[in-house]
Every structure is written in structure tokens, then in C-alpha cells.
């Protein structure tokens, strides 16, 4: 099982490449999860990439990005031409075009909001401005740029060190939300989380359909990373979302907060993605500069549990190469870090099962075992024993699929569904005749057995060690004895 990599991969598709052929290429390139970015395609498009995924695998999960409270310029007939030096106003009004004499953006309260003094970026920080003074007669703020630039329609508006009051979600967001849920869409990730509220608004809108779509929360400015511990309690995992990140916060100070955050997941067991150009080049180019390897590698080396591909998979010229890619680095990286991470341990799942899932970890390693053979109903000491970043892949037995796709997020899971047995020994029974297939074990494979929801059971977990003829052959024995 050398060849199958623990770092997990999501990769972004668009509606308009999205036919099934792609997407299963993708898959056995290495992809885990699909993304689907709400803030450029509309609901049929979604739900065309939707219906194409689940014809591929039903182990691939999908990721929903929301918009979130974002601040965007309004449509132009054409772009606008910045000069250094030019002085120009910025409006909140979504009802008016971009203007050379006025930049309209989508927040009404702009000009109350922004101080004089502050650095408002356009375009991912492809432009920059100062405020120098305000308009009060017309509501306006006055800017004068410090660079030279194209401003086109729609384009991200940034204000670093500004926090700003802007609603939790748009109207967009709970529209997507509602098809999410109709869907049975695995998550959603919420952009621009700033503090435990915004979770907890998107959470209300999912609970409204009864739905039990899991929420990543993307860190993208300062006031997220400021309310991270906050933020985790709430959440199901964490996107680093470096690319407004490193707008909102000096670009020098990222790798430090990616490894920060990173850290901090890996000890509230929750799952966290590493997104944002990770192999930007690739998306004309057939191969990554050393800088992007070396990107990929440094997140696997800070044990991330998975890695993103946005324009790469979405509109590059080598989608399937990109996936390829990032596979190829995790792999070599996986097999040169250290194979055990000395998590500290917390009681997540309950004292015995929390504690049982750090030693099946512990112990697959000590006596070279193939792999643990774990069962699960919803995933929570699955990812107990991912935290630990163990080599040997952990083979999650799902009793449902919801569990199955949950789990493809994180670190070295790979999921089977099984029916619900009433025994330990119906479970091995089937999870070794599956595994055995599927996984080319032979009767001489150790392997780590930890389970537990069986309904004859007494709720603890039952952890056995053996080689693969060893339990067929007790199982054997046992049902002869019956």
C-alpha cells in the first residue's frame, strides 16, 4: 500500500469541465474530494457537477465554498485604467456600474466603515490605494493609488487591519445552502469566517433542512486567525486559505499561521486544508516550479490533513497533471517524515475508545502491520487516530456512506461501507474478504483490528492483533463452533 498516499487532495471543477471521464481521471490521479466554487457558477452548474461525481465513486466527497461577506467592485462596461498616483472615489452602491471617476463596490456602508489612513486592495491585492480623505456630501471615500492596474468587474476588495461589519451570509450563500442540503452534499465552506458567529449563522441556515452537512471554516483574515480556537470549537475542520490570508496579513507571516493552524487541528481533531496556489504554474505550464514542490512538501512535512487545487483542476490546460503531481510529492514526503506524530492525547470519543485508538496506531507500527482495520457509524475515533499521523493506512469500515465520504478528508483514511453487524466476528468476517481484494493482503499481513459498534456489544471498543490467516481461522473455528 506504498502507493497510496495519506495527504488528501480536493480539486476544484467548474461546470464547464465536468464530464464523468475528467472527473475519474482525477480520481485515480489522486483526488479525494470535489470543490465547487459558488461565486462563479450558478445552481444548475453546481448540480451538474454534482450528479457527474456521484456517477464516478460514492467515496468522493463534495465541497461547497459559500461566498461569505465578501466586498466585490460592481460590473463594468470596461476595465479601468489605474495609474500610480491617480486619485479616484469608491462608492457603496451595488446598483451602479465602475466608473474611471468612481469605483462602486457591493457594501452600502463603505465609506462610514473604512478610516482615513487605511490600504484598500483590489484584486487579490493587485491594486493598491490609500485613503486620503472622505466625500461626506456624497457618501464617498477619496483614494489615490500607490500602483498602476487594471480594474475589472467583480474584483475582490480588500481592507487589511479594517474590521468591518458585514453580514455572515448573502442571499447567494443560502441558496446554495438549501440545494447542499437537498443534495446530501458532504460540506460547506464558509468563506471569510471571522468569529464563532458566522459558524454558528451558517450552521442555523443547514439546520433548517434537517441536514447534516459538516462546515469548514476558510481563515482568511486577521480576525479569523485572531478567533481560531473559537472557531474550532464549532466547526468540522479549517481551511487555510492563504490567498486573502496573505492579502489581510503580512505575506512573511503566513507560513508561520499555516503551521499555527495546522497544529491546532491536528490537537482538537478536526480536519485542515492547505489551499491556494499551490501549483499555480501548472495551470499553463506542464510542470511545477521547485518553489511549488517545495510548497506541497513543506505542508505534508507540517502534517496537514489535505491539500487544494483551485485554478489548477478548474481551468488549467493540466488538470489531471496537477493531480498527479501533488500525489507524486506526498507520496515521497510521506515516506521520508517521521511515520508517528506524538499527539497529545485527549479524550474526544470517550476515555477507553480515545485511548484504544492511540495505541492501535502506536502498535501497527511497532509490529509492522499492513494496516488497522477500524469500524465507525460517524467517524469520530477514525479521525481520533488520524491526528496521530500514523504510516499504516487506516481502513475505515462505514456503516454509512455519509461517514464514508466525511472521512476522505482526512489523513491516511480510506473508507469501505459495510451493513451493520451484530459481532466483532461477522465484522472482521467481511471486512477481511473485502479488504483482502481490494487491498492484495496475503495470510502472513498483520494487521490491527479496533472496533466496536455492534449492537450485542457493551459500548467499549475491542482492539485485536493478528495475521490475516490467523482470524480467518479463528472466525472460522468460532462459527464451526456455533
Do not use: W
Not at 454509512?400 to 461501507?417: D, I, W
Amino acid at each position: 500500500m506504498l502507493n497510496r498516499k495519506r495527504t488528501k487532495i480536493v480539486a476544484t471543477i467548474s461546470d464547464k469541465n465536468c464530464e464523468p471521464d475528467f472527473i475519474r481521471n482525477l480520481y485515480e490521479a489522486g483526488m479525494d474530494v470535489v470543490r465547487i466554487n459558488s461565486a462563479h457558477l450558478e445552481i444548475e452548474g453546481a448540480l451538474r457537477i454534482i450528479r457527474n461525481v456521484r456517477k464516478v465513486s460514492d467515496k468522493i466527497a463534495i465541497l461547497i465554498d459559500t461566498k461569505g461577506p465578501e466586498i466585490r467592485t460592481t460590473d463594468c462596461d470596461e476595465p479601468v485604467n489605474i495609474q500610480t498616483g491617480t486619485v479616484i472615489r469608491m462608492a457603496g452602491d451595488s446598483g451602479k456600474k465602475t466608473t474611471p471617476e468612481v469605483i462602486h463596490v457591493n457594501l452600502r456602508s463603505i465609506a462610514d466603515e473604512v478610516p482615513v489612513g487605511s490600504r484598500v486592495m483590489i484584486d487579490d491585492g493587485e491594486i493598491v490605494f490609500r485613503v486620503i480623505g472622505k466625500d461626506r456630501d456624497r457618501d464617498m471615500l477619496i483614494l489615490k493609488s500607490e500602483n498602476m492596474g487594471l480594474i475589472g468587474s467583480r474584483k475582490s476588495v480588500n481592507v487589511p487591519g479594517v474590521k468591518i461589519d458585514l453580514p455572515s451570509l448573502t442571499d447567494k450563500d443560502r441558496i446554495f445552502i438549501q440545494m447542499a442540503a437537498a443534495n446530501d452534499i458532504e460540506f460547506i465552506a464558509h468563506s471569510f469566517v471571522r468569529r464563532k458567529q458566522d459558524v454558528l449563522d451558517v450552521q442555523a441556515e443547514i439546520d433548517k433542512y434537517n441536514s447534516g452537512i459538516k462546515i469548514i471554516a476558510k481563515i482568511e483574515n486577521q480576525e479569523g486567525v485572531e478567533n481560531i480556537n473559537d472557531i474550532l470549537d464549532v466547526v468540522y475542520g479549517i481551511m487555510v486559505a492563504r490567498g486573502d490570508l496573505a492579502i489581510e496579513i503580512p505575506y512573511e507571516k503566513i507560513p508561520t499561521l499555516q503551521k499555527m493552524i495546522i497544529s491546532r487541528c491536528i490537537y482538537c481533531r478536526k480536519p485542515v486544508i492547505v489551499a491556494t496556489q499551490m501549483l499555480h504554474s501548472m495551470i499553463t505550464n506542464p510542470r511545477p516550479t521547485r518553489a511549488e514542490v517545495s510548497d506541497i512538501a513543506s505542508a505534508v512535512y507540517s502534517q496537514t490533513d489535505a491539500l487544494m487545487l483551485s485554478g489548477e483542476t478548474a481551468a488549467g490546460n493540466y488538470p489531471v497533471e496537477a493531480v498527479r503531481t501533488m500525489t507524486k510529492v506526498a507520496l515521497e514526503v510521506e515516506r521520508n517524515k517521521e511515520k508517528l506524530l506524538e499527539t497529545p492525547f485527549i479524550n474526544v470519543t470517550g476515555e477507553i475508545s480515545s485511548y484504544l485508538a492511540k495505541v492501535a496506531v502506536e502498535t501497527s507500527l511497532r509490529i509492522g502491520a499492513r494496516g488497522i482495520i477500524a469500524d465507525t457509524s460517524g467517524g469520530r475515533t477514525i479521525r481520533d487516530m488520524a491526528s496521530y499521523r500514523g504510516f499504516n493506512l487506516i481502513l475505515a469500515q462505514c456503516y454509512t456512506t455519509r461517514a464514508m465520504r466525511e472521512l476522505a478528508l482526512s489523513y491516511g483514511v480510506y473508507t469501505s461501507y459495510q451493513e451493520p453487524r451484530d459481532s466483532i466476528d461477522q465484522f472482521i468476517h467481511i471486512a477481511l474478504s473485502n479488504l483482502i481484494s481490494e487491498y492484495d493482503f496475503r495470510g502472513d499481513d498483520k494487521v490491527v483490528v479496533l472496533a466496536g459498534n455492534f449492537s450485542g456489544g457493551n459500548g467499549f471498543s475491542f482492539i485485536e492483533v493478528g495475521t490475516v490467516e490467523y482470524l480467518n481461522k479463528r472466525i472460522g473455528f468460532l462459527q464451526d463452533m456455533n
